[in-house]
């Protein structure tokens, strides 16, 4: 067999250019999007056309379908995007990734637009060295758009020769002729090679490449599109993993929308595709049908011919070049068959399935209940863009802030937690539980700021407005409580790389620290729930204060005295001092939030 292993590698390194520049490239347009797109996913309401358009957008922006459906998981996660909302921008991203299909189809076969790669490369040289960030990511950009063409150029080109292999297209052969069942078996292997390569983009590219090369049908190769749209579906599904049940929901509900899109058209699977080939023959370049069989002749008639046009030479005579120029006429025609049917798919997909969003909600529910260990970071009482009065938003954003101040007790204890643990296993797996809810704490600080700054729009009283500063600013230093919280279990990470440990008596410090940190921070809470706060409920708290700086200070003297006396390491001592100071900053950060209130008496009923 003259298709060598060093060929199969140089296909898969093919393959990787490919995958390489289609990741390069998204993330660049990601960097110089910056924050936008995760602001747009974020303002999503229940409006489910808004939501399909918003991930046909981003999709179509970023290329990625896989990058989407994880931003919207991890929106779920954190509780910023419901359920429902989460299913609308998912089917959308489904839409969005057929723009990749149909880059590929009139750029990537019409001309050969990976000539331009180099060029563009040396384009983006200074862009990627230049001083500014959003330069580089411009830089990042380019360079990823070229390799993506030059791998899609060097995978047409590292394809085995079927006429120099006849037992590979025998083996083909043996499986494209079962009839429908062959359908199904190359759905099958659509959707596998979508896992193996995670990228449905690619696995499209390879598709079209196989038909354009006469190796599979038109209709297999629409069975292979139909695969590559459940495969596709893994990656959303890997991130929830290890997120909480409503993220297992989102990525449960990806995978529900592909399976019963792909189980309805294979239902309607001839009359589909033949309208997509009628569709294209029309008002397109030409029959996609037409390909197979005309290479199945050429092969018959003029296997010299044959082998000429699809082994890529070009000493090619008048005649020979005239049968080329015929072919790749009808690989154009198949490559825009497969990317109409690929979009028409979806987009039908999403016209129906639209209406069943709540269906889809209750399933997943159904599917996946909730368990006592499961957490849920959804808003509990912004629910929704639509303002209530003044006073009624006021009531539900201050309710919001005593769960926003609540979640922050539950860090305080995994924090107080993770100091003992010993197995490193148990501690990477709570303290990536902290940052989790550090994350949480930043999205949820911006949801509660654009709610009020939308309330503020409004007509207000002057009362209302002090209220609403004083809901702000607690709102801001509340999630400074969850910074400092997990800068303390950054710190006893830091320890635990060094291979320090405390000894009994620091421990006993740290304790006594922490309690006093932990007795203000319920007396906030309190403090936040009370409906007319005075100057002198805050006295306890500025007691509470003065205690934990006075002790402190003796902390830090005691600790020079014990180095010097070679109680303990340096370095041990460096990390003592560095939590015991920032259990001060995180009673500093609770003052904050207790003089929000009491200072102005903010007159808020909660509900």
Known sequence: MSYS??????????????????KIMSEGLQKVAGDKLRNILSAMTTNRVTGVLTGVLITALIQSSSATTVMVVSFVNAGLLSLAQSISVIMGANVGTTVTAWIISILGFKFDISVLSLPLIGLSLPLIFSSKSKRKSWGEFIIGFALLFMGLDFLKGSVPDLQSNPEMLAFLRQYTDMGFGSIL????????????????????????IMCSQGWISFEIACAMVLGENIGTTVTANLAALSANVSARRAALAHLMFNIFGVIWVLCLFYPFTNLVGNIVNKIGPGDPYALTTFLNNLELTDPETFKA????????????AAVKTQMLSLQTSVSYGLSLFHTMFNIT???????????????????????????????????????????????????????????????????????DIKNENDFIKLYGRIEKYENIADRV?????????????????????EEIRDILRANTEIESVADSLCNLARILKRRNEAKSTFPEELNQNIDTMLALAHKALLHMIEVIKMNDPKEDDALPTYNMENEINLLRNQLKMRNIEDVNAHKYDYEVGVFYMDYITECERLGDFIVNVVEAFCNQGAKIKIK
């Open 5 to 22: 292993f060093f060929d199969f590698l140089k296909l898969v390194g093919s393959l990787g250019m490919f995958l390489y520049g289609m």
């Open 185 to 208: 078996l190359f759905l099958l292997i659509g959707s596998i090679l979508t896992v193996i390569v995670q990228s449905s983009s690619a696995t499209v590219a390879i598709t079209l």
């Open 309 to 320: 046009v699809t082994s890529g030479t070009t000493n090619l005579t008048t005649a020979q």
């Open 349 to 419: 997909n999403v016209l129906l399935m639209i209406w069943f969003v709540k269906l889809y909600v209750v399933i997943c529910t159904k599917l996946i209940p909730n368990k006592d260990s499961d957490e849920e970071f959804q808003l509990k009482y912004i629910t929704s863009s639509m303002l209530s009065t003044a006073e009624l938003s006021i009531v539900e954003a201050k309710s919001e802030l005593v769960a926003f101040a609540e979640r922050t007790d539950k860090m305080y204890h995994f924090v107080k937690e993770l100091r």
């Open 445 to 465: 600080e911006i949801e509660i700021a654009n709610y009020l700054n939308k309330v503020s729009e409004g007509r207000l009283s002057s009362d209302s407005k």
